[in-house]
């Protein structure tokens, strides 16, 4: 069969390269821009090659925070998704107090980031805040101003209220799509309410646990707004995440160079670690097949 | 393998039924004997899937007792009554071998790995899967998953009663046979009571000793295949089984006649006059149509099917269908009916009543 060759229609795809291109390419390559040059005012720039990233992959301050924000990521999923994959567990099936649930959970997920910075700064604040009042009153010594410990709970409890029902939504999803027959099946069988979730829930449910995951570590992983509100990176650079870090530099210091060499970095230890880990997963997938 | 009692069994969806419309499953009676086969046959919604639940387990039912070999297992778990079931969709542990999903059941009950590794080789010998049981369940065909269910569910030397919710529905037309044959073949080499639900007359009356009809959560006819055939007790069941099924026509039955409408048609025996719904059923095969012999009828349509043609007539104002044969000519001309006396049965109510004299219901077959 001949195909039709019109090279026009290379036209039709224009209208969304433009798009991308003022969206996404042109600002990045800003950054490209601002990474492999130095200024010193008067918008005078010089070429500065691959310092600014030698001087950052020497910098103690971002290796610094990079740790953090592995640590806070990997924590984060640790607690969330499975407590998200247990809320969904426990969730009614059908009826009212489904629909009940569903609204209840997504609540969360739709009040502003800043807002619920602000909430949970109030919250844990010891001489107004309900929590950090209840606390100091039962003689627990919890102060997120001062005591980087109760910092990094604070910011912890804050991500996990803020998105668990994320994960809880997604895995309830993934269990509503079993039939019932599995369970009549599993019963017959007289599998342990253990081995219904090892051997039909989980399986059944990998596929948006697996998006789930991914969703969660990169958001956590760009994360800003909140823990900037709660803590502003402190006590010290205690809470300082990557993001945070950024900011400081960028707009706080106006480094601009490094900043750049900095966010080219991040963005690609990102795009890195999101790769690993569909691959991973996705190979996973196949090998069970 | 036990004999499966259902004894006063009825069942409701709703909390608390008052008339008989709210049950599914009307009031029931009935053995189902050890080792038989038996087909679940009705329309959809018709019931059978709640019995079958019933059976099972899955479902209790808001009246009556089920007993097995005696034993009154009404409110027991599914897990202790000792059933396989099928269903419709194949229901296999996608992460698990073919072997791990055949052990599943009886590691779930404690027995050692010898004796598991034992029955497992001998089960997947019996469902000829032998070369499969290293294999990830995930990615086989529907046909063998519906298999490996069938083997979880023998793998047990205790098993009750087998029991199958249209098992084949996904299951590709030309592996449907196979799958039917496979299975007749097990139940005759080692003898489980099984109970199959499904909705195709063909799979019904091909796969059962005996088929139970249900039509709106009621069991109108228990009977080999031959015997719905010959002698529906209910004018379901001659209209659900057979292709074409059984004629009915409303009539006006005294003595041996039948009216319907301006025509009179004989009948075997004598009947009481009756009152309520009269109507004669009568199969298009024990219909024939002649130049001369019988009374008048005008041919609409013939459909030539294969193996027989198939007649679209009317009849006194009536839809009917008569079969003829293959090699039957059929012409232009042929405007009689006739049919067969003794294969005409009468109805009142939908239920067959029998000739005056008559002994027993089974006896004219």
């Known amino acids: ?289 | 393998m036990a004999k499966i009692t259902l004894d006063n069994l009825a069942h409701s969806y709703l909390p608390s039924p008052t008339t008989e419309d709210d049950f599914a499953l009307k009031e029931l009676n009935h053995d189902w004997v050890d080792g038989a086969a038996y087909a679940l046959l009705g329309a959809s919604g018709c019931g059978k899937s709640t019995l079958l639940n019933i059976i099972s387990g899955l479902l209790h039912p808001s009246q009556g007792r089920i007993l097995f070999d005696g034993q009154d297992v009404t409110h027991a778990p599914t897990a202790e009554r000792n059933i396989a079931q099928v269903f419709q969709f194949p229901v296999v542990y996608d992460t698990m071998t073919v072997q791990d999903n055949l052990a599943f059941p009886l590691r779930n009950r404690g027995h050692d790995e010898a004796y598991v590794a034992a029955r497992v080789q001998e089960i997947g010998r019996m469902i000829g899967m032998e070369e499969m049981l290293k294999k990830k369940a995930r990615g086989l065909t529907a046909d063998a998953k519906q298999k490996i269910s069938l083997g979880r569910g023998m793998v047990r030397k205790d098993v009750n009663a087998l029991l199958f919710d249209e098992p084949l529905t996904v299951i590709d037309p030309h592996m449907k046979w196979e799958l039917r044959t496979q299975l007749k073949k097990l139940h005759h080499d080692f003898g489980h009571t099984m109970i199959y639900v499904t909705h195709d007359q063909t799979e019904a009356l091909t796969f059962a000793d005996k088929v139970v009809v249900m039509y709106d959560g009621r069991v109108v006819q228990i009977g080999t295949p031959e015997e719905l055939f010959e002698q529906p007790e209910h004018t379901f069941v001659g209209y659900f089984i057979g292709s074409p099924g059984m004629n009915v026509l409303p009539a006006q039955v005294e003595g041996t006649t039948a009216q319907v409408g301006s025509q009179a048609i004989q009948l075997a025996g004598g009947y009481k006059a009756a009152s309520g719904k009269v109507e004669i059923g009568v199969r298009p095969e024990f219909a024939k149509l002649s130049q001369t012999e019988g009374l008048p009828v005008t041919v609409r349509r013939i459909e030539d099917v294969g193996r027989h043609k198939i007649i679209r007539a009317n009849f006194e104002g009536h839809d009917i269908n008569i079969i003829a044969g293959e090699d039957d000519h059929v012409s232009a001309d042929m405007n009689r009916v006739s049919f067969d006396p003794a294969r005409v049965n009468v109805y009142v109510n939908d239920w067959r009543v029998a000739p005056e004299g008559a002994q027993s219901v089974g006896e004219a077959a």
């Not at chain 1, 229609?9 to 950054?31: G, N, R």
């Not at chain 1, 402190?234 to 300082?240: A, D, F, K, R």
Request: charged residues 10%; hydrophobic residues 55%; negative net charge.
């Open chain 1, 1 to 289: 069969m001949d195909k039709t060759v019109n090279q026009k229609a290379w036209f039709l795809v224009l209208p969304v390269l433009i798009l991308v291109a003022f969206s996404a390419v042109i600002p990045l390559m800003t950054v490209v821009n601002y990474s492999v040059q130095d200024t010193f005012g008067n918008n005078q720039f010089f070429w500065a090659g691959l310092e600014w990233f030698e001087e950052m992959l020497n910098d103690d301050r971002m290796w610094g925070a990079l740790g953090r924000q592995l640590m806070f990521s990997g924590i984060i999923l640790l607690i969330q998704i499975p407590l998200g994959v247990f809320v969904a567990l426990n969730m009614p099936k059908k009826g009212f107090w489904a629909s009940f649930c569903l609204v209840v959970m997504s609540l969360p997920l739709l009040i502003p980031w800043n807002v619920v910075g602000t909430i949970w700064q109030i919250f844990g604040r010891v001489d107004i805040g309900l929590l950090g009042h209840t606390l100091a009153a039962l003689g627990i010594d919890y102060n997120y101003t001062n005591d980087p410990f109760a910092a990094w709970v604070t910011i912890i409890v804050m991500d996990v209220w803020h998105w668990t029902s994320l994960v809880a939504l997604l895995a309830y999803a993934g269990l509503q799509s079993i039939p019932d027959a599995y369970y009549q099946a599993a019963k017959i069988d007289q599998a342990s309410r253990w081995k219904v979730f090892r051997f039909i829930e989980l399986p059944k449910m990998m596929g948006v646990l697996m998006i789930a995951i991914l969703l969660r570590f990169m958001d956590s992983f760009m994360i800003y707004t909140e823990p900037f509100v709660v803590t502003g990176g402190g006590p010290g650079s205690t809470t300082t995440l990557l993001s945070i870090d950024l900011v400081k530099m960028a707009l706080g210091q106006f480094d601009l160079g490094p900043a750049a060499a900095f966010s080219i970095m991040y963005f690609l230890v990102i795009l890195l670690i999101s790769w690993v880990f569909y691959t991973v997963m996705t190979n996973l997938d196949k090998r069970e097949g």
